[in-house]
């Protein structure tokens, strides 16, 4: 009897030593979750503007992704001039899964996206330190992947500035990036990330679903299907299947035509969408349009 306390906390170490390898990705977790994203970006973004409302992790409706405001809160994607996309890879940094796609990118010459968490920055801090020296963007994705709309005030502050400080201790940068764990998020707390924490909210229009889908094949040919100019990709550096799947992605991404740059080259050049101007196109249309 006395020594069950003994036997208890090895048992609870081990489960929070194993927390950035896996642990978020356990399909108890990730299915009722991913759920999330799509609500609370319907919900969330609504009052902010028009842009994301509809843009769900799927890929239709590009026009709704236009914006014509002078600043976006939250991205999808972007409207660029060029067939640039950006790979994101969220949940590491992972100790040993993040150095072999660190080298598979490096190979292919490739710059991505890391939304890290920070609890995975202090037990890994070296990866992340190599992946911001190799020029990879990096961003926060919380301190231990709680959802920001079930966090409460402070605890929305204390998830984005541990993190912040984790990471700016590694790699000697400060985040200008956040993606809200499960993309879960609302007008409210997206305003915030970007007036008091100075974070751009991105979300993605690529998903994967690489957490559930453990198959290199089905990630590089859905990545394939979905990606456009101007997509932000969704993946995961925590799963063997994923990193598998990245050299022939990238390589059969190349043989279509993309270009790849971080989320923060791809927003610098985001421009609005000419079609929310109606009126002064052309004179030909206006006198074709007899009834409507
Ligand atoms: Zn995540």
Redesign the pocket.
Known sequence: MKTRPWLVVPVVVALLGAACQSA?TQPSQKPQVIAVPQDEMTRGTNSISPVQVDSTPVMQAPAAETTTGPKRLSYNSCNVDGPYIALTF??GPHATLTPKLLDILKEKGVKATF?V?GECVAANPEVLQRAAAEGHEIGN?SWD?KALTKSGGSGVASEINRTNAAIESSTGKKPTLV?P??GATNSTITKRLNEEFGLKVIMWDVDPLDWKNRNSEHVKSEILKATKAGSIVLS?DIHPTTVDAMAATIDALKEKGFKFVTVSELIAMDRPLPAATPTPVAPAPTAKKPKK
């Open positions: 978020h969220d949940d939304f968490l994705h992947h993606r764990p499960y995961h």
